[in-house]
Antibody, heavy 120, light 107 residues
Framework: EVQLVQSGAEVKKPGESLKISCKGS????????IGWVRQMPGKGLEWMGI????????TYSPSFQGQVTISADKSISTAYLQWSSLKASDTAMYYC?????????????WGQGTMVTVSS | DIQMTQSPSSLSASVGDRITITCRAS??????LNWYQQKPGKAPRLLIY???SLQSGVPSRFSGSGSGTDFTLTISSLQPEDFATYFC?????????FGGGTKVEIK
């Protein structure tokens, strides 16, 4: 079964760092781009950026450039999203998703989401 | 960035109704338009890609159409499990922006 499994919910304080993960299985992880999507409480979906695990080529949305870092470790089929200094406004659900060029770059497989809560 | 505008933002309908949701792009993007369904507390699910191609496993009551800047998602006969929020997304260029969403509620 093709799936993406994300790390568990996090509760952090402002200023702390965080790295969440997304592990792929059931397909050739290195051959598909992985994207990250933010959903703030009660709001819509925001495309943050994508990474190609095969060579770590990464593209960020201008809205998130410099705010987060997307990385991947192809040896363990895992992509990451990290913050160096969290803000309360980073409180949101974060999804990883597989981009499929056979579906014209749609996100065909999604992780279950990681809830990040930032509060003092 | 390509801006995606969905309408309506919400609608109320009954089981068996035919509904249509519209997505308009700020610039032409051929057929690089996708539709997702999201239920409360769940990850989004791909329904339609390339404007009109049905993702595997998605019921045939869902259909998509359009090209250029104007696209529609139609549900031919609304079922109880279809009450959810629907998002369009362009995959023509990065950032691959989403529409604001349409919440479909029970009348």
């Amino acid at each position: 079964e093709v799936q993406l499994v994300q790390s568990g919910a996090e509760v952090k304080k402002p200023g702390e760092s965080l790295k969440i993960s997304c592990k792929g299985s059931g397909y050739i992880f290195n051959s598909y781009w992985i994207g990250w999507v933010r959903q703030m409480p009660g709001k819509g979906l925001e495309w943050m950026g994508i990474i190609y695990p095969g060579d770590s080529d990464t593209t960020y949305s201008p809205s998130f450039q410099g705010q987060v870092t997307i990385s991947a470790d192809k040896s363990i089929s895992t992509a990451y999203l990290q913050w160096s200094s969290l803000k309360a406004s980073d409180t949101a659900m974060y999804y990883c998703a597989r981009q499929d060029w056979n579906a014209l770059a749609a996100f065909d497989i999604w992780g279950q989401g990681t809830m990040v809560t930032v509060s003092s | 960035d390509i801006q995606m505008t969905q309408s309506p933002s919400s609608l109320s309908a009954s089981v068996g109704d035919r509904i249509t949701i519209t997505c308009r792009a700020s610039q032409s993007m051929s057929g690089y338009l996708n539709w997702y369904q999201q239920k409360p507390g769940k990850a989004p699910r791909l329904l339609i890609y390339s404007a009109s191609s049905l993702q595997s496993g998605v019921p045939s009551r869902f259909s998509g159409s359009g090209s250029g800047t104007d696209f529609t998602l139609t549900i031919s006969s609304l079922q109880p499990e279809d009450f959810a929020t629907y998002f369009c997304q362009q995959s023509y260029s990065t950032p691959r922006t989403f529409g604001g969403g349409t919440k479909v509620e029970i009348k």
